[in-house]
């Protein structure tokens, strides 16, 4: 007797169900991946600082930007879980959208506003280094 069959659990989903986890499982493995790479190197950024081109290197990076790569893997890991919860609360297909897409949008704006806010802290104390 199978307990976990994947074939029988994904076809017995329907296709609304299946493109949300088919926005899922992607976005949140390259999510945990970048998380590894943060946790594996932190002391890329301290290297980085510590060049010749750091100025440059830095005037570049600390501006705002609200939509980057990282920014993108967060909103879409958020809507595709908050989507996949709204589904399993019952809710209907346009509700489940509205609350999934405001769910990540949120999830976007609050990373680039901690980005943000990171970039400002940064450069007053390099002001004030200097």
Known sequence: MVLLSFDSWW???????KI???ITIPASLIFLIQMGFIFLNPDSK???AT???SQNLNEATTAFQPINFRNLIGFFTVL?????ACIDAGLSTESTILA????GLAMLLAMATVFYIMGKLMNDVRENLD
Do not use: I, M
């Open 100 to 103: 999934s897409f405001v769910c």
């Open 20 to 22: 949300y986890w088919l």
């Open 80 to 84: 595709g879980w908050s989507g996949l």
């Open 11 to 17: 076809e017995s989903l329907n296709a609304f169900t």
């Open 46 to 48: 301290a290297k980085a």
């Open 51 to 53: 060049s010749s081109d």
